[in-house]
């Protein structure tokens, strides 16, 4: 069994992959809700998130707009993560972590005060998942500090 600088040397390079795993993860799935708004408003509003289910739709009336302007944003969210996900500079993780945190956690704050529109099993359901949607960047960032910096290139002279 590894100990000493071999056991950090790998848990640092397991800690990057699950952060680097979680920046994509997020990136697919904001890509995925982001081409939905932006390009299928109408049927975005009817039926997110699926499976029976119409989260937007409590939340009358429908406003094309509006839902595209969602897809714009949950796409431009997912180039941001996509991008943190495959450069290697702890700086554009943290920038677009804080950034996605920030915005989730006040689309959470928004649902816990307004779920009129839903009942039951939804508006857990709901808001549960904007849960995890706000917790999930925190989460990364502390990962994302346990793993270490790689040393600065050396010049050549």
């Known amino acids: 069994?590894?100990?000493?600088?071999?056991?950090?040397?790998g848990l640092a390079r397991y800690t990057g992959g699950v952060v680097r795993f979680g920046l994509a993860g997020l990136a697919a799935v904001n890509g995925w809700w982001g081409a939905w708004a932006r390009f299928w408003p109408r049927s975005f509003f009817d039926r997110f998130p699926g499976f029976g289910h119409h989260w937007t739709a409590a939340y009358p009336p429908y406003n094309e707009h509006l839902i595209t302007d969602l897809g714009a944003t949950f796409l431009t969210l997912a180039v941001l993560l996509a991008l943190a996900a495959g450069l290697p500079d702890r700086r554009v993780r943290l920038v677009v972590l804080v950034?996605?945190?920030v915005f989730n956690a006040l689309h959470l704050s928004f649902h816990l005060?307004?779920?009129e529109g839903m009942a039951g099993v939804d508006v857990w359901a709901s808001l549960s998942a904007l849960g995890v949607g706000a917790i999930a960047p925190a989460v990364l960032?502390?990962?994302?500090?346990l793993v270490p910096e790689p040393p600065p290139p050396v010049p050549t002279p």
Not at 141 to 145: A, C, F, P, Q, T
Request: proline content about 10%.
């Open 1 to 9: 069994m590894p100990t000493g600088p071999r056991l950090r040397t």
């Open 99 to 101: 950034g996605v945190l």
């Open 113 to 115: 005060a307004h779920h």
């Open 141 to 145: 960032l502390v990962l994302d500090r």
